[in-house]
C-alpha cells in the first residue's frame, strides 16, 4: 500500500486507535429512490457509521445477495444512470465528512470511461472503488487512473486466495481491503464465518495493516466480533432491508445499533496483543 495516508485511511486509523474499529456502510444509488437514498447516506453517517460504501446498480451482479438484487431492480427500473452516482456523492459530501467509496462491476466503469469515471469520481468528492470482479493483475488502466487522481482503489480477497495473491492484493490496494467473509454471495447471516478471522489473520500476516470484513455481518455483535480481529465491518444487507421496510428513520436505527458494536466497552483482542 502506498506510503501516504489517504482520508479513508486516516478514518480507519482513527476509528482503531479511539474504538474498537470502523464501521463502513453499504447503500445503493437510487434505492427506493435517488433522493431517500441520498438521505438514507446522510443519516448513517450521523448515526455513527464512519464509511459510506455506495453501491452502483447493475443488471448482472455475481456476489450480491437477494435483498441487493432486489433493491438493484428497484433503482434501475427507477432510472438509475452511471452520473447519478457522482451526484449522489456530491449531494452527501455537503452534507457529512465520511469517507465515500463506490462498489461497482467494472463493466460500468469501462462503458464510462475509466480515466473519465476516476476524473469525475475525484471531482464529486469520493475517495475510491471497490472492484468485486477486477483482480489486480488485470487492473493496470483502473491502478493507472486511481493513482493519476488520488483515489483509493479496494481489491478483494477471499478465503481460497493463495498467498501469492494476497501478496498481490496488498501491494496493489489502498484504502483497504475488502476481506470476503465466506464463499458465496452478500446477505446477513446468524454467524460471520470462521474463515474471515482467518483470511484476516493470513492478510495481517503479510503485511495488510487495513483489513475490512463484509458479507454476512448484520448485528451489533457481529461487528464487534469482527473487529476482534480486522480494523472495519461492512454491513450491507441488513442496511438496505431497513430502509426497503422503514425508510430513512429505520436505516438510521439500524446504523445506529450497528455503530454500538464499535464502542470500546471491553478490552479486546487487539488491545491485549
Given at each position: 500500500?502506498?506510503?501516504?495516508?489517504?482520508?479513508?485511511?486516516?478514518?480507519?486509523?482513527?476509528?482503531?486507535?479511539?474504538?474498537?474499529?470502523?464501521?463502513?456502510?453499504?447503500?445503493?444509488?437510487g434505492f427506493p429512490d435517488f433522493d431517500t437514498s441520498v438521505a438514507a447516506a446522510i443519516a448513517v453517517v450521523k448515526a455513527g457509521v464512519d464509511v459510506i460504501e455506495l453501491g452502483m446498480p447493475y443488471s448482472d451482479p455475481v456476489m450480491d445477495g437477494p435483498v441487493i438484487q432486489a433493491a438493484a431492480v428497484q433503482a434501475l427500473e427507477g432510472g438509475f444512470r452511471t452520473e447519478h452516482v457522482f451526484e449522489a456523492i456530491r449531494q452527501i459530501r455537503a452534507e457529512v465528512d465520511a469517507p465515500i467509496v463506490v462498489m461497482t462491476y467494472w463493466n460500468l466503469v469501462m462503458q464510462y470511461g475509466v480515466d473519465a469515471f476516476a476524473r469525475d469520481l475525484a471531482a464529486a468528492g469520493g475517495n475510491g472503488l471497490i472492484t468485486p470482479d477486477l483482480v489486480p493483475d488485470e487492473g493496470g488502466e483502473w491502478i493507472a487512473a486511481s493513482h493519476a487522481h488520488e483515489l483509493d482503489r479496494v481489491f478483494l480477497a477471499a478465503p481460497s486466495s493463495s498467498d501469492a495473491r494476497l501478496d498481490l492484493v496488498i501491494d496493489s490496494s489502498s484504502g483497504f481491503v475488502y476481506t470476503v467473509s465466506t464463499m458465496g454471495i452478500t446477505g446477513a447471516r446468524a454467524d460471520v464465518d470462521q474463515a474471515a478471522r482467518s483470511l484476516a489473520d493470513r492478510l495481517h500476516a503479510h503485511g495488510c495493516t487495513r483489513a475490512c470484513v463484509g458479507l454476512g455481518i448484520s448485528t451489533a455483535e457481529q461487528v464487534r466480533e469482527v473487529l476482534e480481529y480486522a480494523e472495519g465491518a461492512i454491513v450491507g444487507s441488513a442496511l438496505v432491508k431497513a430502509l426497503a421496510s422503514g425508510g430513512v428513520p429505520a436505516v438510521a436505527e439500524v446504523a445506529a445499533q450497528l455503530a454500538t458494536g464499535t464502542a470500546l466497552d471491553a478490552p479486546s483482542s487487539k488491545e491485549q496483543a
Amino acid at each position: 500500500m502506498p506510503s501516504a495516508t489517504s482520508a479513508l485511511e486516516q478514518v480507519i486509523d482513527t476509528a482503531n486507535r479511539d474504538r474498537r474499529g470502523a464501521l463502513v456502510a453499504y447503500l445503493p444509488v437510487g434505492f427506493p429512490d435517488f433522493d431517500t437514498s441520498v438521505a438514507a447516506a446522510i443519516a448513517v453517517v450521523k448515526a455513527g457509521v464512519d464509511v459510506i460504501e455506495l453501491g452502483m446498480p447493475y443488471s448482472d451482479p455475481v456476489m450480491d445477495g437477494p435483498v441487493i438484487q432486489a433493491a438493484a431492480v428497484q433503482a434501475l427500473e427507477g432510472g438509475f444512470r452511471t452520473e447519478h452516482v457522482f451526484e449522489a456523492i456530491r449531494q452527501i459530501r455537503a452534507e457529512v465528512d465520511a469517507p465515500i467509496v463506490v462498489m461497482t462491476y467494472w463493466n460500468l466503469v469501462m462503458q464510462y470511461g475509466v480515466d473519465a469515471f476516476a476524473r469525475d469520481l475525484a471531482a464529486a468528492g469520493g475517495n475510491g472503488l471497490i472492484t468485486p470482479d477486477l483482480v489486480p493483475d488485470e487492473g493496470g488502466e483502473w491502478i493507472a487512473a486511481s493513482h493519476a487522481h488520488e483515489l483509493d482503489r479496494v481489491f478483494l480477497a477471499a478465503p481460497s486466495s493463495s498467498d501469492a495473491r494476497l501478496d498481490l492484493v496488498i501491494d496493489s490496494s489502498s484504502g483497504f481491503v475488502y476481506t470476503v467473509s465466506t464463499m458465496g454471495i452478500t446477505g446477513a447471516r446468524a454467524d460471520v464465518d470462521q474463515a474471515a478471522r482467518s483470511l484476516a489473520d493470513r492478510l495481517h500476516a503479510h503485511g495488510c495493516t487495513r483489513a475490512c470484513v463484509g458479507l454476512g455481518i448484520s448485528t451489533a455483535e457481529q461487528v464487534r466480533e469482527v473487529l476482534e480481529y480486522a480494523e472495519g465491518a461492512i454491513v450491507g444487507s441488513a442496511l438496505v432491508k431497513a430502509l426497503a421496510s422503514g425508510g430513512v428513520p429505520a436505516v438510521a436505527e439500524v446504523a445506529a445499533q450497528l455503530a454500538t458494536g464499535t464502542a470500546l466497552d471491553a478490552p479486546s483482542s487487539k488491545e491485549q496483543a
